[in-house]
């Protein structure tokens, strides 16, 4: 049944911020699907809404209008609590600086993971050292997150969202603080996770690795989503793209 | 409280000052208790020990044995209550001026039948029931005074020998003399024969107690409720109540307001956590969780450190002394508001928005 329903689902969702007395309209009937195993890369200016969208597609902000379907299930009518259950269950997040628990080595911040999903402590550690070996971190697991490199701290963090087994992965400029052959480690890692594991993810991204990786790619501007055809190479090609922009989903 | 012990663990020295302040507020809470239970028994540590379970006075004297003046028939009322033993008591302070000189002595002046259950010891019996003379509280042999020195008491111009040491402990922080009644009443109005007495000791209890007050217009105390009479005490024991009160409400905000700025300062991580899907009840268990294992530790640490201090000073001269129930309720009260006061970040741990997580980062 899962791989005939979408993973991910955002359909006509408007988000507006209060801008003084007015409001400042960010994200406006905007449509999106992530089906499992695909990955979309959204770039767009900054202030754009990229994030807003990240927190609507996440289950962290409620959007204004529009539905939100994750897994299937479709969240206007859930309780925060259940929309929390859903997120746990289902979505997993990796941030721009990894975002990792101070306190907690590598191997106890996938641990963590399993702790709030009420797994067995035995099999969390199990799952999370095997994850650490296949991230090429088996070494590092019993180092807090100031003792690791930005590179291995974002792989940790990497671990950790696939230590949840979502069905959708979402990042958010994953690798912006990366140097390129980082970047390329960072971005192989979710698209091969993509394909192998059958995760829909979604990435925001400014930079090209990503955007290499990707099975479709999209922009954000004036509130709603644009198929980008042309091949970008640079920061600079990404910006023209803007002209040749095209709607997608249910508008056409 | 997967993370809270990790990062109590890993984070020691953020959570010291918390910890060290935690730990004075339970020294200083075991000290004063043991003050408190030290300042009781010096103050009626006599009138506990007497084996009674009630005191009958005169109404309104408010537990004040001076202020009591009760007659025979009072007595042979209570004495015909079914299942309890009544007997006369006189009390009064007094001074003791010693017949060769030497510095003289306040003694709180027991009048007692020898043949009474008052007197439980049969030497003190002995001693009560042949001439007249004092039983002294054995502190005042430990101040020089021996058997067979003789004192003028009160206004009265006779001589009573020293007849013996028992432990009578003190009435008022005056250490006990225990006298027969027929010397107290010649000390106190002039008159062995005279028959009057402060109150009735009754052992047992019944329900006709009660009538039996009525009908002679007084009333029935506890022992501990006649504690209030002695002078003093009501003072010393509202407070104390009042000071460790205040303290255990410190304690509380304290850790309220520490608490309180570490949830601010975790918002971001509170954030993170909610994204990760664990629900406000899983962060409050770990906050509070985190909280509640600190003040244990911290409270343990303190009420140790302040009971062994009880300990060393329960040797000198000062009134304190060591009671584990006292402290027992000090450790668990001070837990207890630590646990109160981290409840005043509740509301900031629950109304952190899961999405701040994809913010920018500082
Ligand atoms: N809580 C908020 N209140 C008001 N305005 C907000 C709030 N959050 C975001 N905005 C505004 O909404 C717009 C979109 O913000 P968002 O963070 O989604 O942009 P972005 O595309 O992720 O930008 P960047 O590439 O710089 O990360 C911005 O103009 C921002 O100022
Ligand atoms: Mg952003």
Redesign the interface.
Known sequence: MNHTTTALDVDGVRVAYPDGPDERVVLDSLDLRVAAGEMVVISGESGAGKSTLLTVAGLLRRPDQGEVTVAGTSTSGLSDRQRTTLRRDHIAFVYQSANLLPTLTALEQLELVGHIRGERSGTARARALALLDELDLGGRRNQLPGQLSGGERQRVGIGRAFMAQPTVLIADEPTASLDPERARTVVDLLSGAARERSIATLVVAHDDAPARAATRRLRLAGGTLHEVVEPATDRAAAGSVLGVGARVGTGG | M??AL??L???VRRFMLLGVVIALVALLSTVLSGLATGLVTDGISGLRALPLDRLVFQEGSDATFSRSILRPADLKRFQQVQGVKATPLGASFVNAAPVDGGPSLDLSMFGVAADSFLVERADARAALAGPPGLVLASELQDQGVKVGDRYTVGGSSEEYPVLGFTFAGTYGHTPIAFVSLSTWRQIQYSNPDDDRFSAIAVQGDSPELAAAAADTSTVVLTKTQAYAGSPGFTAETTTMTLIRGFLLVISALVIGAFFTVLTVQRT??IG?????????A?ILRDGIGQMAVLVTLATGVGVAVGAALVAVLSRGPAPVELAPRAIATVTLALIGAGILGSLFAFRRITQV???I???V?P
């Open positions: 997967f993370l990790r990062d663990r890993r984070g971001r991580q993170l956590l909610k994204a990760m899907g664990a629900s406000n899983y928005e899961p999405a997580a994809l913010g980062e």
